[in-house]
Every structure is written in C-alpha cells, then in structure tokens.
C-alpha cells in the first residue's frame, strides 16, 4: 500500500480537478472558516470543513457565472475499479502471486517491482502473461501449440488467483483509506455501487467480501474478468455496468488509479475520479475530472459522495 501524504500538492492541466491540502483561508468566505481549494475545469473549487457545503464557481465565456453548491442530485451509481482502488493490491499482492507461482511451476521467470509496474500498462492477468511470454520466449515448460498455450496460461492465472486470495483471506493487505466511508455514504443514500476490474471475478470478490464485510458485499455488484471480450482502456465493462444497474452512463463517477482504467471511464461517457496508488503516481491523468492521492478518512478526508455528485451538477446563474 502507498504510503500516506499528510500534505500533499498536486498539479495537472485545467482539466482536472487538482488539490492542496493545506488549510487555507478563502477571502470569499466567513472568517476563520477552514476549506480546501482548488480548480475544477477552470473553476474555483472549496470545501467548506465547517459545514461540509462545497462551492464550485467559473466564468463561462457568455460571462455566466456557473455555481454549484451541495448537490440536489447525486450520482446514479459509483463504480469502482478494484486493485489500486479499494487496495494497493498490486506490488506486494499480485506479483507476488504471480512470482509464488512462477517458482511452483519452476518456469525460471520472477517479475520484479519495476518490471511489473510496466506489465500493468497491459490489462488483465492472462494478457499479461501472455504478452510477456510472447517478448522474451516462451519457458521450456510451455506447449508449443497456440490453443494449448491459452490453457497453460489459464492454469497460471488460476494457481496464481488461489494464491492471492489466501493473502486477502488472511487480512494482510487492507482497504485504502476511506473506501468503506464512501461505500456506505453512496448505499446510504440509495446510490447503486459497484466494482468493475479486469481482474480476476473469484479474486475480486474475494476483496469485497473479506475487507468490505458480507453486509456491505451483498449491495455490491461486481464485474470482473472475462465478463466483457475486451478489457480496460475498451469501455465495454463500464457500459455493462450501467445497463446491468439500469442507469445512465453520464449519470456515473468512476474511481480509478490508472491511466487505462481513466481512458476506459471516460469512454464510457463517465465522470472518474482518480486515487493514484503505488504504481500509477507518474502516470498521465490530465483527462479526469479529479485527482487525489487517495480518498481518505476524517480528518484527513479528500473527498466525499457530495463531490462526487457536485460533478455532475453545475447551475448557471447571471
């Protein structure tokens, strides 16, 4: 899991959404009143901390003043990718999986930390594999045949799953900070969640239903895998994902930590936040409609379901 930032500072184009998290004082608002500010699409952003009221205000070129407080109208869904997202999953998880069972099957083949954060720009467990077999040759071990080979991999991929989900059984990688909170704010409020990964659907569900708990993991759908022909950055699991709940694509906030995860939201006709994890920190995020470094429990809380929602909804007033 990435390391906490007390208090960090982000920069990106006048797209995203970028924020401080030093307490300042805005001059527009009452006195002594703690807030967050940043831009959002060339608008002013704050959070008011006193009253937990957000303020957006831009200058659109008709010379309109756009503003948006509390939203009236919160999202139709939040959907979440998994590894990165809801837990830092991937350097001491899933490679080390992947490497358990390298060694098992005497392949001769460890992905270490570096090398893996390349293979991860390659969506899916199986592709992976596959792609880095098909570069750098194919282990002696390895069938010959091409269809024989897609089952070598899916026999890796399942070995590997297995023992990645001992790992989550056992608690030994925890949530991301403020995951829960947002999770139960969105059910609260009748907001449908779900988890959209390319991931493993066993190994996904795993993360729901031990780190997330059974109460929380019943009101969670979860579409993983190979449930859509084509994976992250292609759209298709976020548009699944909306016809399945029975909402809008553009009625939905997306939380990512990658750049393919980002271009498939956006695709989809989604808003995305992104919460940068361990191995995507230095990617290119200038497209979301947010960026933190995580999501965050009070005190040190970076957003909440009303921001979720003030992204959806702007009001123009003169």
């Not at 001491?92 to 490497?99: L, P, Q």
Request: charged share 25%.
């Amino acid at each position: 899991m990435a390391s906490m930032v007390t208090s960090p500072s982000f920069t990106a184009a006048s797209s995203t959404t970028v924020f401080s998290h030093n307490k300042t004082s805005a001059s527009n608002l009452r006195p002594n009143v703690k807030t967050l500010s940043s831009s959002i699409m060339g608008a002013q952003f704050s959070i008011n901390r006193s009253t937990r009221r957000c303020h957006i205000t831009k200058r659109c070129r008709s010379g309109v003043t756009c503003l948006s407080t509390s939203p009236s109208v919160l999202p139709s869904a939040l959907l979440f990718d998994c590894d990165g997202v809801l837990v830092d999953t991937e350097k001491d998880g899933h490679r080390i999986s992947f490497n358990d069972t390298f060694a098992a099957r005497e392949l001769g083949v460890t992905w270490d930390v570096d090398l893996y954060g390349e293979l991860l720009k390659i969506g899916g467990g199986k592709e992976r594999m596959t792609a880095y077999f098909n570069k750098t040759g194919w282990p002696e071990k390895a069938p010959k045949s091409e269809e024989e080979r897609k089952d070598f991999i899916a026999s890796l991929h399942k070995q590997k799953t297995e023992l990645f989900m001992v790992l989550i059984e056992k608690k030994l990688l925890p949530l991301r900070p403020g995951v829960a909170k947002l999770i139960d704010q969105a059910l609260a409020k009748g907001v449908k969640v779900a988890v959209c990964s390319t991931s493993n659907e066993k190994a996904v569900s795993a993360i729901v239903s031990c780190l997330l708990g059974p109460e929380r993991a019943k009101e969670i759908l979860i579409f993983a895998g190979d449930v859509v022909p084509r994976k992250k950055p292609d759209p298709a699991i976020y548009l699944l994902a909306a016809s399945t709940l029975g909402v809008e694509p553009s009625s939905c906030v997306v939380v990512e930590d990658s750049a393919i995860g980002l271009a498939a939201a956006k695709a989809a006709g989604m808003k995305c936040i992104v919460t940068k994890s361990g191995y995507t920190a230095d990617e290119d995020f200038v497209n979301a409609d947010a960026v933190f470094d995580c999501i965050g429990d009070p005190p040190e809380e970076r957003f909440d379901l009303e921001f979720c929602g003030s992204l959806l909804e702007k009001q123009y007033v003169s």
